[in-house]
T-cell receptor, first 111, second 114 residues
Framework: GENVEQHPSTLSVQEGDSAVIKCTYS??????FPWYKQELGKRPQLIID?????GEKKDQRIAVTLNKTAKHFSLHITETQPEDSAVYFC??????????FGTGTRLQVFP | DVKVTQSSRYLVKRTGEKVFLECVQD?????MFWYRQDPGLGLRLIYF???????EKGDIPEGYSVSREKKERFSLILESASTNQTSMYLC?????????????FGSGTRLTVV
């Protein structure tokens, strides 16, 4: 079955710097890659997703890139702010609607 | 505002008890899922359902069962609770189609088994 690995497990950055979180997946049939943000004590919320027919997608300060050949995808956050502090999860899915999640990255943005 | 509602935010149960965790969604979604979230392990899929009265095992189904009698409701059952089932349980739903779509999560139920 699908396996998703996520790195790093923790990431600390200064406000205004960029943050990058990387994930790799094992199932070459995977074609949908969402990213979730979970603030302390709250539910995970979808922040951006990408399908396998595109290589990059941007939404304001966040972007996701996908390399199908290498089977990895990354989340990029630019101009980080303290409110970006949260746990971020990547996930992957083939046409089964079932998401397999990475183990999460705790991002801390220091003022 | 679309909603996935989990009936309890916190639960404390005794070892050996039968425990029911309820999840209701109001988005007419076909798919519903139960995950457990543990530090360092991420979200692990317990069971999921693509339709009423239908269920499929996820990656860690042992010790759990589910029920989906109505489209909007998906229940997770711990047949005989054990301390290693102490965890945060998250329910989610998504629309069913040929393409995968992101989930909407409930707020979670933090279960403690003593």
């Amino acid at each position: 079955g699908e396996n998703v690995e996520q790195h790093p497990s923790t990431l600390s950055v200064q406000e205004g710097d960029s943050a990058v979180i990387k994930c790799t997946y094992s199932d070459s049939a995977s074609n949908y890659f969402p990213w979730y943000k979970q603030e302390l004590g709250k539910r995970p919320q979808l922040i951006i997703d990408i399908r396998s027919n595109v290589g990059e997608k941007k939404d304001q300060r966040i972007a996701v890139t996908l390399n199908k050949t290498a089977k990895h995808f990354s989340l990029h956050i630019t101009e980080t702010q303290p409110e970006d502090s949260a746990v971020y999860f990547c996930a992957a899915s083939s046409n089964t609607d079932k998401l397999i999640f990475g183990t999460g990255t705790r991002l801390q943005v220091f003022p | 505002d679309v909603k996935v509602t989990q009936s309890s935010r916190y639960l404390v149960k005794r070892t050996g008890e039968k425990v029911f965790l309820e999840c209701v969604q109001d988005m007419d979604h076909e798919n519903m899922f139960w995950y457990r979230q543990d530090p360092g392990l991420g979200l692990r899929l317990i069971y999921f359902s693509y339709d009423v009265k239908m269920k499929e095992k996820g990656d860690i189904p042992e010790g759990y069962s589910v029920s989906r009698e109505k489209k909007e409701r998906f229940s997770l059952i711990l047949e005989s609770a054990s301390t290693n089932q102490t965890s945060m349980y998250l329910c989610a739903s998504s629309r069913g189609s040929r393409d995968s779509y992101g989930y909407t999560f409930g707020s979670g139920t933090r279960l403690t088994v003593v």
